[in-house]
């Protein structure tokens, strides 16, 4: 037997709570690659006589890319932290997995849009990262039910 008789359902969620900032963790891994790789990018492509990057609106785009993938491995961080302390981390957990994988999608997404039509075919990686991005918003509890999570633990 594994565990004690009648507590599946509670070490069930527990083994969800332990995934959760895992899952944060690749998320983040897979935001930054798809950040890299478009800075890189708008650092070398010239449209119009320019360099992508010398155009605000691009610039625009990196910077938000930056911040969310910053806050987003600071939630993860916390999430880690409590954990390694033995402090309760349900609520952390479900943010960081909530939040750093909306933040993969969104900046996978942005990522491609900046490559253009190269950021659509497989001669450059991002559209990988973009698909990659979207299953973790659904596996180990989908981002609907990380904010059930929350909120539960809000209102607890
Ligand atoms: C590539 C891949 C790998 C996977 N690996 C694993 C694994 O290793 N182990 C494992 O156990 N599972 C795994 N899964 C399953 C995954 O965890 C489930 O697909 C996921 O939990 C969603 O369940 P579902 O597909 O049944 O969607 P459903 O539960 O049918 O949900 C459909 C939609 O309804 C929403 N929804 C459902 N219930 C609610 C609610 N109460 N409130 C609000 N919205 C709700 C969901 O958020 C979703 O948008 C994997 C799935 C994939 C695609």
């Keep these: 037997m594994v565990g004690r008789e009648g507590q599946g359902f509670v070490l069930a969620m527990e083994t969800l709570d332990l995934a959760r900032p895992g899952v944060g963790a690749m998320s983040i891994g897979i935001a930054q690659a798809a950040f890299d790789a478009a800075l890189n990018y708008a650092k070398e492509r010239r449209q119009f006589g320019k360099l992508i990057g010398d155009f605000q609106t691009i610039q625009n785009m990196l910077a938000d890319m930056a911040m969310k993938v910053e806050a987003g491995r600071h939630l993860v961080f916390q999430a880690a932290c409590k954990l390694e302390e033995g402090l309760p981390f349900t609520k952390e957990a479900a943010m960081a997995k909530a939040f750093a994988s909306d933040v993969a999608m969104e900046v996978t997404t942005q990522a491609v849009q900046i490559l253009g039509g190269y950021g659509y075919i497989r001669d450059y990686p991002v559209e990988k990262y973009m698909r990659d991005a979207k299953i973790m918003q659904i596996f180990e509890g989908t981002n609907q039910?990380?904010?059930?999570?929350?909120?539960?633990?809000?209102?607890?």
């Design 145 to 156: 039910i990380q904010r059930l999570v929350v909120a539960k633990q809000l209102f607890a």
